[in-house]
């Protein structure tokens, strides 16, 4: 078994934990959940972290199990929160809790014939057998109001002025009986969780001794941050999701690829499984050759192949080449319709219709007269720079301006023209 303690440690990922807890890991195969709040039908990045955290333990040798929120999720954690939530209905739960089973499949092993086989649980499956009156009489009972108040998640909402909402304010209570539960039902000893988490994880690790009369543990991992201070996951578009359908796999790919240099040294540790010496030798080249960006490139393959797959890491780094790079016009044809429009996002677009099209005479017809004077104002321009060697039409060069409109439409509807070396603009046939 590998030390899951000195994994986390050497990778930046260990901020606190309870005493006694590398010895309880060494004793053997141990049980530990994290959970997942399902506020959404897919995970974003900023989740990877508690991820990883799942995949490191599971490679240790030991049993991980993956909590979703199907009660909780329906109250909203407080911690470090300004306001209360909105809160999602039932019907939406189990819809977000079924697509984050599948994303988590991706990083964790299922298979049932693996002796420590990851598991998912629900919270919604015990907590629904709960009154309230049940729940204050069996649970609340056990942790004190001068307790629950003195955790930072909670100060911090009341001195902030916003005040805390019953319903929040229950939710380390709830939080605690979870991991009470699983402790008693599923033999988990560890919960682990990010560092604003630590309140919460506590009050479990208090609610098994005093109803269980037993030891429980805690660890938790940093939150990230950006070396400049901004928010880490975010961009100007929002969150970057795991979902294909709410990032792509190109723009996920250039969101890693874009990381700073301080940033990427941290994040390779973080996001990849690449071992210790790997890292070492990469930031190693990196420092030598900074401009030629080893890391980030290492990284963006990396976390690209492992939430989406090979496939589209190759589509991403093609992609990438045609803008950044020398890419020849299969390149351009093999990009989806929602890859090639995101690669040139921003570009002048002309519309066209199909029956001007085919009625086109010539290349410098259709550049400046169909295209109005969008991309060239007059045919002389066009002529001239044609014939200087110029323009491309879906990356191939174009030297005669009266030959004939050859290329064939990218995904039956586009042309890409490249005036120069950097002016793009795209052909849209209706």
Excluded: C
């Amino acid at each position: 078994m590998n030390n899951f303690i000195e994994e986390l440690r050497w990778r930046g990922m260990l901020q606190d934990m309870t005493p006694e807890i590398e010895e309880h890991l060494n004793k053997g195969m141990a049980s530990a959940y994290l959970g997942f709040d399902p506020t959404a039908d897919s995970l974003h990045i900023g989740h990877l972290v508690g991820v990883m955290t799942l995949l490191h333990f599971q490679k240790a040798g030991h049993k991980p199990f993956a909590l979703v929120g199907g009660a909780t999720g329906m109250i909203g954690d407080p911690s470090f929160k300004s306001a209360e939530r909105n809160l999602l209905d039932k019907a939406t739960l189990d819809h977000n809790i079924a697509s984050i089973k599948t994303q988590l499949g991706k990083f964790l092993d299922f298979n049932q014939g693996s002796e420590n086989k990851a598991e998912l649980v629900n919270n919604h499956d015990w907590m629904a057998e709960f009154s309230f009156l049940d729940f204050i009489r069996e649970v609340g009972k056990h942790i004190t109001v001068n307790y629950m108040m003195a955790k930072d998640s909670v100060k911090r909402r009341l001195e902030d002025g916003n005040g805390l909402s019953f319903t929040e304010f229950t939710y380390q209570l709830i939080q605690g009986y979870d991991f009470y539960h699983l402790w008693k039902n599923n033999n988990v000893s560890i919960q682990l969780g990010g560092s604003d988490q630590w309140g919460n994880i506590v009050t479990g690790t208090e609610m098994i001794r005093r109803m269980g009369g037993g030891s429980a543990y805690a660890l938790t991992v940093p939150l990230i941050t950006k070396a400049d201070g901004t928010k880490f996951g975010k961009t100007e578009g929002g969150s970057v999701w795991l979902d294909p359908e709410k990032t792509s796999p190109y723009a996920f790919y250039q969101f890693w690829l874009n990381v700073s240099d301080e940033d990427a040294s941290k994040y390779i540790r973080i996001f990849t499984t690449l071992d210790q010496n790997t890292v070492e030798h990469l930031e190693k080249e990196h420092q030598e050759a900074p401009h030629l960006r080893a890391l980030q490139k290492e990284i963006a393959k990396q976390v690209t192949i492992m939430v989406h797959s090979e496939q589209d890491y190759e589509m991403a780094l093609k992609a990438s080449s045609i803008l950044f790079g020398k890419s020849s016009t299969e390149d351009l044809a093999s990009l989806d319709e929602r890859t090639f429009l995101q690669v040139f996002d921003g570009v002048p677009q002309v519309q066209i219709s199909k029956a001007e099209y085919d009625a086109t005479g010539n290349v410098l017809d259709l550049l400046a007269e169909k295209a109005g004077n969008a991309i060239f104002p007059s045919k002389g321009e066009g002529r001239k720079m044609i014939q200087g060697g110029g323009v491309s039409i879906n990356k191939e060069k174009i030297m005669d301006p009266n030959a004939a409109v050859e290329a064939n439409l990218l995904q039956n509807k586009y042309l890409l023209i490249q005036k120069g070396k950097k002016n793009y603009y795209i052909i849209e046939v209706n």
